[in-house]
């Protein structure tokens, strides 16, 4: 009974998306208050029939109800009850009908924050909102149903896969959907501005913090995602350049400039049109990310979905979605050019190249993302693109954008001049040289230096613009720096955040040391300047998998300084090995063991690693979320 009142649920939601992405469109056209308002009530109800929907899924998962096909495929009654609760997102029909819950959250919030904006604006918006969620609900009840009956019913199910069963795995993907779906926010008032044919600082203002909490939740989704793989998978790396990795880096990097370009609209009322392609963009990617990961175009521990009519359809919704949108913006775009001119050397121009940097960063991800995919698809060959492609052309683009970034906080509104600037540039680079020679002395690496050098000039030049901000170094500097509003903390929080990730990813791209072999019980192996020792392998059992666990110690100079504990599991149901790291997470280095294959006769496969500074890679990135929850405290001004 529960099952089906999830689904008479989910058929409501449709018919309420369907009437909120047609009448108040209608409303705003005929200006007519009582069709626009039934926007409002149109999301909050919307929101509400989906909520008891995914409530019930979540009942039958927890009370294991295998008669529900979904449960049977990907639960089990010896599963802990985080991973029940998971596990209904852990499948292909349980994360659609999350993505869809999250973006009726997103609707319903406009009625609550957005009594202020224009009723014609907020109106188109939401309507276009209901259009996205007409697709997407028509997608879950006609090929992804996750009420379906199964009979008859099994004695158990077949659990989830070992891999999602870890706390990273069961917050990762909200996070992940809530800044996917976020970008619906900045697509649909985007195409609503572009009927309308009005982009202003108002529309700027207002949409800024929803791109934020977007922007937010995809930087800790993606982070969490790194640091899972980072300790599940056994593989001792952070980020591998896999496809799924790339289609939810894609849209953080589009956002990243949409988040510029909106400040820039919202100060100076210019690159409205670019603001708005930024917008339109952003989503279509969190779109095609959907596309790859549900349609069965890959193959990974993300991919649940194999048949092709969800891909046909998904794609169909993509060519609709971003395809009308561009349609419109072609029509509409030349009615929201602005006559606010500025100088090359700018605050204004130096953002227009951050921007420009940021889209040729996601253009050379892209490609190395799809282009073997094409080639795949249209010819019987399959190349592969790894970290050298990504090394050789992503790579370059950022560094080029962070040397901007250490200039364009200290670079004026509309017009400036390098004279200005000439003497911080100098400074620059006598610290990035002296830098750069002092970690050469150490590390031996001529681009790891250099690159170190540029991360503690991004570092040093964000604390030279906040200073500057506050009048370092004057009478009343501290009463200044409390006034500052919370998006000039936020700036200052999110540049060291990435000044402090560039060092963490230089460290370990170019000092992190390995070594794999086999070791019987006593043997040792030496990575750098530690000593890593097989004392012992215990068999176990828990209540779902049994294991093998190894004590590794390991020593350094003769003194040993820590004892890691790695495993291998199996998991009955779904007769699958996992591998458990042993990791010491120190802020300088973590010391990183996997144990692999093997037997007492033959000895075990052992992966040592020393990983510099890999914490920091994470810490800068959490920075960069703090930042943007920050900088939405910011008070909204009063523009007439």
């Known amino acids: 009974m529960i099952a089906e009142i999830g689904q008479i649920m989910l058929i409501l939601a449709l018919l309420l998306a369907f009437a909120q992405a047609i009448l108040p469109m209608v409303g705003a056209q005929r200006r007519d208050a009582r069709l626009m308002a039934f926007g409002d009530r149109a999301a909050v109800a919307q ?24 449960t049977a495929l990907n639960s089990h ?9 998971s596990g209904v997102w852990g499948n292909h029909e349980g994360s659609m009908l999350l993505w869809v819950l999250i973006l009726s959250i997103y609707g319903a919030l406009v009625p ?122 056994g593989w001792g790396g952070w980020w591998g350049w896999d496809p799924v990795e790339n289609v939810s880096f894609l849209p953080w990097l589009v956002g990243t400039a949409l988040l510029h370009s909106i400040l820039v609209l919202g100060k100076r009322h210019t690159m ?91 253009i050379t991800v892209f490609l190395g993302t799809f282009y073997p995919l094409l080639i795949e698809a249209f010819s019987d060959d399959k190349i592969s693109v790894g970290a050298p492609y990504f090394d050789i052309s992503f790579a370059p683009v950022m560094i080029v954008l962070i040397l901007f970034m250490g200039i364009g906080p200290l670079v004026k509104w509309r017009t400036d001049s390098f004279a200005n600037l000439r003497p911080h540039l100098l400074k620059s680079g006598l610290l990035i040289s002296v830098v750069a020679l002092l970690v050469y002395l150490f590390g031996k690496s001529v681009l790891g230096a250099l690159s170190m ?35 000039v903390y936020g700036f200052l929080i ?9 060092a963490g990813i230089v460290s370990m791209s170019v000092w992190a040391e390995k070594d794999v072999k086999i070791l019987s019980i006593g043997d040792s192996m030496n990575v750098g300047a530690y000593t890593f020792t097989l004392e012992k392998m215990v068999p176990g059992r828990e209540v779902n998998y049994q ?37 010491q997470v120190r802020f300088n280095r973590n010391l990183y063991v996997g144990i692999g294959d093997g037997s007492q006769e033959k000895g075990w496969v052992v992966r040592a690693y020393i990983h510099p500074m890999v914490c920091w890679i994470w810490l800068g990135a959490l920075m960069m979320a703090l930042a943007g929850f920050i900088s939405l405290f910011e008070k909204r001004r009063q523009i007439s």
């Not at 359809?313 to 509409?332: D, E, K, M, N, V």
């Open 453 to 487: 050098g540029i991360a503690v000039y991004l570092f040093y030049s964000t604390l030279v613009a906040f200073g500057k901000k506050i009048g370092f170094g004057k009478p009343g500097a501290w009463v200044r720096a409390k006034a500052q509003s919370p998006s």
């Open 112 to 233: 609550v924050f957005g009594r202020t904006l224009p009723a014609g604006l907020k109106a188109r918006a939401l309507s276009v909102q209901g259009m996205i969620g007409v697709g997407f609900l028509a997608f879950i009840l006609f090929t992804s149903n996750p009420f379906l009956r199964l009979n008859p019913v099994p004695m158990n199910g077949q659990g989830l896969n070992p891999l999602l069963q870890d706390p990273g795995l069961a917050f990762h993907p909200p996070f992940l959907y809530l800044g996917y779906v976020g970008f619906s926010m900045a697509f649909s008032f985007s195409v609503a501005a572009l009927i309308e044919g009005r982009v202003d600082a108002v529309w700027a203002r207002w949409l800024r913090p929803w791109v934020l909490v977007s922007w937010c939740f995809l930087t800790i989704g993606i982070t969490m995602g790194s640091v899972w793989a980072y300790y599940e998978l």
């Open 272 to 362: 409205a049109n670019w603001t708005i392609l930024l917008g339109i963009t952003a989503f279509s990617l969190s779109l095609i990310g959907t596309f790859v990961v549900r349609s069965g175009v890959l193959t990974s521990v993300h991919s649940f979905a194999v048949d092709p009519a969800r891909g046909v359809f998904i794609l169909a919704l993509l060519a609709i979605a971003t395809g009308g949108a561009l349609i419109l913006y072609s029509l509409r775009a030349h009615t929201l050019r602005s006559n606010a001119g500025f100088d090359f050397v700018s605050k204004e121009g130096g953002l227009v190249l951050n921007n420009l940097l940021l889209i040729v960063a996601t």
């Open 47 to 70: 929101f509400i029939c989906i909520l008891v929907a995914f409530m019930a899924l979540t009942y039958v998962f927890i009370v294991s109800d295998f008669s529900v096909k979904l």
């Open 494 to 502: 999110a540049h060291l955040g990435m000044a402090i990730a560039m």
């Open 547 to 583: 294991f093998v666990k190894g004590d590794v110690s390991v020593s350094k100079n003769g003194k040993k300084i820590a004892t890691l504990h790695s495993a291998r599991r199996f998991y009955f149901v779904r007769e699958m090995v996992t591998s458990e790291a042993g990791i």
């Open 77 to 85: 009654t010896d599963k802990p009850l985080l991973y029940k609760i």
